[in-house]
């Protein structure tokens, strides 16, 4: 059997209060991948919705971590994929406390990650990686470059997402995902 028969899954993470979450199908060949489900996951409002008290009780930046935990193993359960990938946490010096709190999420989504499967393949991409992936013009600023970017790779197949109607959490957890794609073909890796 010829490895492009073989198709895997993968979820892709864009980490934060706002959750990107992309699910997509590829084939071990990695001459293709293809979003299957995309959404965004406002963390604050899922907190809002199913415990508030929990926030109260705990403080918000605990209730998210809780929410993020919680929404990730739906997912994975759900989706059973074969590989995650994410945006790894980064530190601006203006932002600390920011970066701080990316890392959180990222080690909350690594460690959903773990409890679904102990040997589950876990690849992380700094942003500048993501875009160059993704061949935008610009590694910085506008935040319609991904969103422009992501029509014109022919072994993207966006035919189950209309990213006109996504948000830019939603745009990033695809790119993510055609990172990995990316970085994983013969001849990419290092």
Known sequence: ?????????????????????????????????????????DLNKWVARSCPDLAATFG???????????????????????????ENAFMMIRRVTAGIILAEYVLVMKMVAY???PALPIYGYAPFEIKASVKTKKLSGQKTLVTDALPL????????????KLDEHSI???????????KNRKGNKK
């Open 115 to 117: 409890e679904y499967d």
């Open 1 to 41: 059997m010829r490895s492009e028969d073989i198709t895997y899954r993968v979820i892709s993470l864009d980490p934060g209060a706002n959750l990107g979450i992309t699910v997509s199908e590829g084939d071990l060949g990695m001459t293709y991948i293809k979003p299957l489900h995309t959404e965004t996951v």
């Open 172 to 182: 990033d957890s695809i790119a993510i995902g055609y990172c990995f794609l990316h």
């Open 60 to 86: 918000s930046r605990f209730a998210r971590i809780y929410a993020l935990r919680q929404v990730l193993s739906n997912v994975f359960r759900k989706w059973q994929p074969d590989f995650m990938a994410n």
């Open 153 to 164: 790779l022919a072994d993207l197949d966006l035919t189950n997402v209309d990213i006109t």
